[in-house]
């Protein structure tokens, strides 16, 4: 509903939809119990799952561990629920439903047989279905560790487009319904990425904070990956932050994708010969398979260090009859084993990624080392899947925009004196979790699958604002209902356009106080601003940009903007302001549109930009300083080809290929220049399908460059990909910096990697990493960052140059499996996308807010900004809802300090009681005073409750932090610097007091009451 392509959704309401789901009712766990006490503590005897069911590897042998799996992606060429009934066949031919029963009917035949299940979200809608005598079954094959879970979030997650807020929510909620169903023995300890498109450090970086002994993968570029099989480095210890103690994770890459060896793919969906061993058939094959196995894996055994490997023994939605598997893999390890007598030294058997760690732990070899990422992944020379990173913007708005709303529903829902909600919660929650899917977020599924994916979050989005409008009503004593502009995007909100009276409510989700340009659409012409106290607030009417007002479908009434700044929303807290028409025509915005070659300037206390006499952005003032700073639209043409060879492979929803030097938008700009008191703004038009505005607000340090960009015209046959370019007078030297999920910050050097000599035949695509949050441009003296309101591609192709790609359109599929063109459309022409831009922008060093400090904090304020609620006072005067109503509220005693940030506070799993987590927002030397280690004391933040309990735990919450113990793994004796550590441990023992070293994350459950 929050991005174009969605605003004429049906908006009714479908919480019955939520609410009508079957519910889970989770026991407590091991949360709020004595430590080490499960909910199926009288299992735990007779468990002999994890490490403890492990068959026991031959030291003189090549263990083979054959681990069972089916890849079930969580929506791609078929929906979530297409894929779980196993309908629509003729998009694919796969049920979800049937693996997980055929799958436990199999193992259930046969104590010696494992399989491993990773998404909980198909899980857990299968579990819900099931009877209770086969639910104690499945108890029973996970107790012996037959049926293993691996990952164990609710999604495969992406690892280049998804932010590591919703990534933690999405592991957190899946590990807690594992948790509650099976107890430890639902613990995942091993990492299972095996299909997301390139990997990130930082997703290391959380398996580590999780607890997970290890992690496996199979897609790295094609050179990567044939040099790591030559040199044997293929396992490696990943060295996931340079910031964390302990953030070593084990790292090994799957030697066939994650497929079964060739020939031998037992499943339905596969055309390989079965094992035939009648005594007497004709057809008979044991020996030559035998042999055909025994000849991969000793190819394979040249390639890997240990004499244990791990061979994948399924695809994509195999096990649909599991017992055709099975079958032939009991007469694979029979038949292979059998060779032991005659001199073999090959053992094979069932296993798991558990098994295989544990195993290769028990070697005590020594592995080689990583520090930076796995981006970009190319899967031949010409096949760089860079173009996901921006491919579907509006849906990867729509899953901010939803990230967003939930951390404010799950605070409003824990501090709403009215309890209840949790199924609406959950509603969002497990939303959120599949839009993190590496088939959703990326933009990589058939369009009928982003348009289901739009719904289920809608629906989502809807069902939580029930516990949102029941939590304002309780806390403000006001019973009029508290609605979301869901369309401001396209700046329309039914309530401001069409009430005389209306009552804007600030929610800020962040536990400092803070501060908001508030901008909503108003058929006025004037309008008085109240808060709380009866303080009249300045405002200002501003002219929505034309081509905003012209967008075809947009229905509100509005021409202007009424624009006021919003003090002081106190953290975790509300603040509430009464706004009311006026008829004053004397505040009619005047707009100025400068002529042809006349050159503009805005300004406020701090910045000034100029425009040269083409319209476009030319330099940057700050103090007594003046630097260049232009900024321009281009695109790229995407590669149209016939996808036979390597070189006719199509730009398409996965890859970027330009197949030309990109080209200007426009050479002219039209300008309209709007200068008031709260904000300056230039208008800029392009063409007819680019335009953007460029705004200061007063006392701002950074710019805001709000786009819009569609319909992307294709009358010349031609695909486009569409870039902001930025280019500034900082020297460089070819080296830029991106974001790793939102967090720790990545350097970059142009044309290089870390781990391999590049020659790079796609040299722009080659160079693109993705964005989620930032990408920034630094020398001895200036540094410039970019912040984006959604995931987007982007890189540094010149020397003080950045550029993000924030639109696709494209002709040809480019043959990795979607099966469509990304050509999409709404309303019958092209999608339109807006977003914005947030620059950064001064000099490095000592000073009251260096650039660095100022972009950490702002990271915050893109991510998440105060939400607003507008309801209705048509009915209401000043007077009645100031004295009558509560309209200013915060759960926090005072903010924390500025390098900390309140990453989750919401309803844990008892009455009163709260999963909370604080993160230190800098890494160690980012800045000499924010980055040092901080303290802070629990009883004075939260001072408005009673604390009757703490304890800490991992990442996830899945375990007790004192019970935490992973698997050691160790380098190669070569010298590496060692990290110096800046651990700080509380000395008094008090449970209150909390420390955070740089980029540390800690979560707690609490249990407290308010006063």
């Not at 909910?39 to 042998?61: I, T």
């Not at 991969?296 to 055709?324: E, K, P, Q």
């Not at 390890?333 to 007598?341: E, G, L, P, V």
């Not at 953007?692 to 819009?708: A, G, S, Y």
Request: hydrophobic share 35%.
């Amino acid at each position: 509903m929050w991005c174009l392509r969605s605003s004429l959704l049906l908006f009714a309401c479908l919480l019955a939809v939520a609410a009508a789901r079957p519910g889970r009712h989770h026991g407590s766990g091991f949360m709020l119990e004595a430590r080490n006490h499960w909910r199926h503590n009288e299992l735990r005897e007779e468990a002999k799952c994890g490490y403890e069911s492990c068959p026991v590897p031959k030291d003189d042998m090549l263990n083979i561990h054959l681990v069972p799996h089916s890849h079930d992606d969580v929506g791609w060429l078929k929906t979530v629920d297409q894929y779980y009934y196993g309908s629509k066949s003729n998009h694919q031919y796969a049920g979800v439903q049937y693996i997980l029963d055929s799958v436990v009917e199999a193992l259930l035949k046969n104590p010696d047989r494992k399989f491993i299940y990773v998404e909980s979200a198909f899980f857990f809608k299968w579990w819900d279905e099931q009877t209770p005598e086969l639910q104690k079954a499945v108890h029973k094959l996970v107790r012996e560790g037959r049926l293993e879970f691996a990952g164990g979030a609710w999604s495969m997650n992406d690892e280049a487009a998804s932010h590591y807020q919703s990534l933690i929510d999405q592991f957190t909620w899946g590990l807690r319904l594992l948790n509650d169903t099976f107890g430890e023995c639902g613990r995942p300890r091993a990492g299972w990425q095996i299909d997301p498109f390139g990997h990130s450090r930082e997703q290391a970086s959380l398996f580590a904070q999780m607890g997970f002994d290890g992690m496996f993968f199979a897609r790295l570029d094609w050179r990567d990956n044939t040099k790591r099989l030559q040199d044997k480095t293929a396992e490696m210890l990943w060295k996931s932050s340079a910031n964390l103690e302990d953030s070593d994770m084990f790292t090994s890459v799957l030697y066939n994708h994650y497929s079964a060896p060739p020939g031998f793919c037992f499943d339905i969906l596969c055309r390989d010969d079965p094992f035939v061993d009648g005594q007497y058939s004709v057809e008979n094959n044991v020996k030559q398979k035998v042999d055909d196995f025994l000849a991969f894996v000793t190819n394979m055994s040249a390639r890997y260090r240990s004499n244990n490997l791990i061979i994948t023994m399924g695809d994509d939605f195999n096990y649909m009859d599991a017992n055709m598997n099975f079958v032939n893999m009991d007469k694979l390890i029979k038949y292979t084993n059998a060779r032991q007598s005659a001199g073999s030294k090959v053992n094979v058997f069932y296993s798991t990624p558990t098994c295989y760690l544990k195993a290769v732990h028990d070697t005590q070899l020594t592995w080689p080392t990583k520090t930076d990422d796995f981006f970009p992944y190319a899967s031949d020379p010409h096949a760089y899947w860079t173009g996901y990173f921006t491919s579907r913007p509006t849906s990867k708005r729509m899953e901010r925009h939803g990230n967003h709303f939930l951390q404010v529903c799950k605070q409003l829902t824990a501090l709403s004196p009215s309890k209840g909600g949790e199924e609406h919660l959950t509603v969002l929650r497990e939303a959120i979790g599949v839009m993190q899917h590496h088939d959703a977020i990326t933009g990589t599924e058939k369009q009928h699958v982003t348009d289901d994916y739009s719904r289920m979050l809608h629906v989502a989005i809807e069902a939580c604002g029930a516990n949102t409008n029941a939590a304002l009503q309780s806390m403000t004593k006001n019973p009029a209902t508290f609605e979301s502009c869901h369309l401001l995007n396209i700046t329309q909100c039914e309530i401001s356009e069409t009430k005389e009276n209306f009552v804007v409510t600030l929610y800020n989700p962040l536990a400092h106080a803070n501060y908001q340009y508030v901008r909503l659409p108003v058929t006025g012409n004037s309008y008085l601003v109240r808060d709380h106290s009866g303080q009249e607030l300045s405002s200002q009417m501003v002219s929505i940009p034309e081509p905003v007002a012209n967008l075809f479908y947009r229905v509100g009434l509005s021409t202007q903007e009424l624009v006021f700044l919003a003090n002081d929303i106190p953290p975790m807290g509300y603040r509430s302001y009464y706004v009311s028409e006026t008829y004053d025509d004397s505040h009619t915005q005047n707009d100025e549109h400068p002529s042809k070659k006349k050159t503009v300037s805005i300004a406020n206390n701090r910045l000034t930009l100029n425009f040269d006499e083409n319209g476009f952005l030319s330099t940057i003032n700050f103090g007594e300083e003046s630097h260049r700073l232009q900024q321009d639209f281009l695109y790229y043409e995407g590669a149209y080809g016939n996808n036979e060879i390597f070189e006719n492979r199509s730009s398409g929803a996965y890859i970027f290929r330009p197949n030309s030097t990109e080209k200007h938008a426009t050479s002219l700009v039209r300008l309209t220049v709007i200068k008031g008191d709260q904000v300056q703004e230039v208008h800029q038009q392009f063409n007819e399908w680019v335009s953007q505005v460029i705004r200061l607000h007063d006392n701002e340090m950074h710019v805001e460059f709000e786009w819009m960009v569609g319909p992307i015209p294709i009358d010349d046959g031609k695909g486009k990909e569409i870039i902001s370019r930025f280019y500034t007078d900082i020297q460089s030297d070819g080296v830029f910096w991106t974001d790793s999920n939102g967090r720790e910050m990545i350097k970059r050097v142009r044309d290089q990697r870390e781990t391999w000599d590049l020659e790079l035949v796609e040299p722009v695509a080659g160079n693109y990493y993705p964005v989620t949050t930032k990408i920034a441009l630094e020398d001895d003296n200036l540094r410039m960052a970019v912040l984006n309101d959604r995931a987007q591609g982007g890189t540094s192709m010149q020397d003080g140059v950045v550029e993000l790609m924030v639109h696709r359109r494209l002709l040809r599929d480019d043959a990795f499996g979607v099966g469509e063109a990304l050509n999409e459309t709404s309303y019958g022409t092209g999608l339109i996308a807006r977003g914005k831009h947030f620059l950064v922008f001064g000099t490095k060093g000592p000073q009251m807010m260096p650039v660095q400090v100022r972009e950490r904090v702002m990271q915050n304020h893109v991510m998440m900004p105060a939400w607003m609620f507008l309801s209705d006072a048509t009915d209401l005067s000043f007077d009645e809802w100031q004295s009558n109503y509560i309209n200013m509220f915060s759960a926090m005693a005072a903010s924390l300090p500025v390098n900390v940030n309140l990453l989750t506070f919401e309803p844990w799993k008892q009455p009163s009681t709260y999963l909370v987590r604080f993160e230190h927002l800098f890494e160690k030397n980012e800045d000499s005073l924010y980055s040092s280690p901080i303290t802070f004391n629990l009883e004075e933040v939260f001072s408005k409750f009673s604390i009757s309990s703490i304890q800490e735990t991992t990442l996830a919450a899945n375990q007790w932090k004192e019970d935490m113990s992973r698997l050691k793994f160790y380098a190669d004796p070569v010298p590496v610097p060692e990290q110096t550590s800046n651990q700080i441990m509380a000395k008094s023992g008090d449970v209150m007091e909390i420390i955070l070293n740089p980029m540390e994350i800690r979560t707690f459950v609490i249990q407290m009451d308010f006063k």
